[in-house]
């Protein structure tokens, strides 16, 4: 009898190690997620991909054995878990960072899987969703010049997915060092509430580096870094939500930038008018009220996704459907701050802004702003430069973009919304509640003629006089007549007449760059 | 008691006081209300808790970032 094995020898060979890396046999580590509450690597695929959908690569690779801390280390497909799959119908490169190896640490071999996924996410236009959980570059890998010094093309790669494929991260755990570093290049970054955390470096390091002692959800958990630092989109209550959230996401956008963004069916009537539009707004400037509620009239019924909802909240940012198109709504939200464009609202529409031109998402930018943040804190954060990257990426800009200005569109905040001509936005509207001009009209009368009204013999009568008169003239049918705008419109047919322009325009404006190298963003 | 700082969000004037003290807030009710860019802002509770302190008068003068009332969450 011959010792020679037969092909179907070698196949049961290759299923019972393939076999090995599945949940089923891996019965300690799935324990340890149980116990922590936790889904498995192979889990989150199954819940985020259609299914059946996911073929695995490199799921039979080792860990780096000329590594002597490596030799005798187990890493079921180096801790990375990737392939192909598809996402409601959508083929997607995706990865999932498997924490029971190594506490999710990043092996030389799992580097070389993501670089490659990275490639054929570029390579075939197809997005790029990466869930990752663990504590950054393993230590048996990186305490090795022979690997280390050579350094990782990841971030390279990552650079080469911007505005060509979606790329999604999902901070499904601990996330500090590696995880935050790949979600720095990514266009959506989602977290969960009290569970997952982000940063440059955990409680122990930081310990280590400064002394300073931390529990990680303080340092580095949703509401620090979604809520108050805006390096993540969005935080979510759990696994389940975070997943829904990442397909969410990805419904909106087209699989490359070279395809249109999916339309879907509506029934959602195009001329639905709100009655609602005419009492929300209140003509009172100094009455606030909550744009997001304008935002939800407007759009297709249930489409608004709302971008950074924690963060900046003086300024919106959804996408959301107009006639089943997607679109891009930027806002500014009275209700916050009153509106104010400081320098995280500028920065958080700066990258919305980029992110929808890239993916040829139609902007709409309601304005109601009282201009540009002012005084010593406002001074202290940059915002003399740093506001530079809104006007920068407006005038980047080519997606289709229409102005209204509900009510204030006052200073260099009314040019930076996009009011006007100043970007040569496809179209300009008011509603007839607009008001026009370069600052409040109560600060412009108290700064230029306070002189004059104070030496009138009434001189608060002589301030109401002077402010009625300017008032005049900063009307939304002043502002028409002069066609700095194209129409005023009824506020009830915002939603008809957005989704007709959307309609009818070229789905880019010209691109009147000159023939430069690259342009250069102030920040 | 675990208690937290309701911070204001803008530089401004405190124009109208709306919760009292021992009041039980919802996230986003009203705490009370800073005149600034000539509006009325309101400045709302960042998570539900009960009014233990109010930390500033109407007609105050405030800084963006200055705390202006206490809650016990």
């Known amino acids: ?523 | 008691m675990v208690t937290l700082d309701v911070v204001s969000e803008v530089t401004g004037t405190v124009w109208k006081i709306e919760a009292q003290v021992g009041q039980e807030l919802s996230p986003d009710d009203t705490v009370l209300v800073i005149e600034s860019m000539k509006m009325e802002i309101p400045i709302v509770a960042p998570q539900a808790g009960i009014v233990r302190e109010i930390l500033v008068q109407e007609a105050d003068m405030i800084h963006e970032g200055a705390p202006v009332a206490r809650l016990e969450v």
Not at chain 1, 119 to 134: K, N, T, Y
Not at chain 1, 262 to 270: K, L, T
Request: aromatic share 6%.
């Open chain 1, 1 to 523: 009898m011959s010792d020679e094995k037969t092909t179907r020898d070698l196949l049961s060979q290759l299923e019972a190690v393939r076999a090995g890396l599945m949940d089923e046999q891996r019965t300690e580590a799935v324990k340890k997620r149980r116990a922590q509450g936790a889904m498995t690597a192979r889990e989150r695929l199954d819940c985020l991909l259609d299914d059946g959908s996911f073929r695995e690569a490199g799921g039979l690779v080792q860990p780096d054995r000329s590594n002597v801390l490596s030799r005798k280390i187990e890493a079921p497909a180096d801790g990375a878990v990737m392939g192909v799959g598809r996402i409601e119908g959508r083929v997607v490169q995706v990865l999932a960072q498997d924490y029971t190896v190594l506490g999710g640490s990043i092996g030389a071999v799992a580097d070389r899987k993501m670089v490659r996924l990275i490639d054929c996410a570029v390579d075939s236009g197809q997005p790029l969703v990466m869930m990752l959980e663990g504590g950054g570059h393993r230590i048996q890998d990186g305490m090795n010049a022979a690997h280390f010094a050579a350094a990782s093309p990841v971030f390279n790669k990552l650079a080469l997915t911007s505005g060509w494929v979606p790329n999604v991260v999902a901070i499904m755990g601990q996330g500090f060092a590696g995880p935050t570093a790949y979600a720095a290049m990514a266009d959506f970054v989602v977290m969960i509430k009290e569970t997952s955390t982000m940063g440059m470096a955990g409680p122990a390091l930081v310990k280590a580096g400064t002394g300073e002692e931390i529990d990680a959800q303080t340092l580095g958990g949703s509401r620090r870094q979604a809520d108050q630092n805006g390096i993540a989109d969005l935080a979510v209550d759990d696994e389940q939500q975070c997943l829904v959230a990442v397909s969410r996401f990805l419904s909106y956008l087209p699989s490359n930038s070279a395809e249109g963004a999916p339309v879907q069916p509506f029934s959602d009537p195009v001329d639905r008018e709100d009655e609602e539009l005419l009492d929300l707004v209140s003509a009172n400037g100094r009455e606030v009220y909550d744009m997001r509620r304008v935002i939800d009239i407007i759009a297709d019924r249930d489409s608004v996704f709302e971008l950074k909802p924690g963060y900046a909240r003086n300024m919106l940012t959804c996408f959301a459907r107009l006639g089943g198109r997607p679109v891009g709504f930027m806002a500014n939200q009275p209700k916050r701050k009153g509106g104010v464009l400081d320098v995280a609202a500028c920065e958080k529409a700066a990258h919305f802004v980029a992110l929808c031109d890239a993916f040829g998402l139609p902007l709409v930018s309601l304005i109601d702003i009282p201009g540009l943040a002012i005084g010593p804190a406002a001074e202290d954060t940059g915002i003399g430069r740093r506001s530079g990257r809104l006007f920068y990426e407006m005038a980047t800009a080519t997606v289709p973009l229409v102005s209204i200005v509900l009510r204030k569109g006052y200073g260099g905040g009314y040019y930076a919304m996009g009011g006007g001509r100043a970007f040569n936005a496809t179209a300009a509207f008011a509603w007839p509640s607009a008001e026009i001009c370069a600052m409040s009209i109560q600060g412009a009368v108290d700064i230029a003629y306070r002189k004059e009204y104070e030496s009138a013999q009434d001189p608060q009568q002589s301030r109401q006089a002077m402010i009625d008169a300017i008032r005049e003239q900063t009307s939304a049918l002043h502002a028409a007549e002069d066609f700095g705008i194209d129409d005023v419109i009824d506020p009830r047919r915002t939603r008809q007449i957005l989704i007709e322009t959307f309609n009818t325009c070229a789905p880019r404006r010209p691109d009147r760059s000159p023939p430069r190298r690259r342009s250069i963003s102030p920040i």
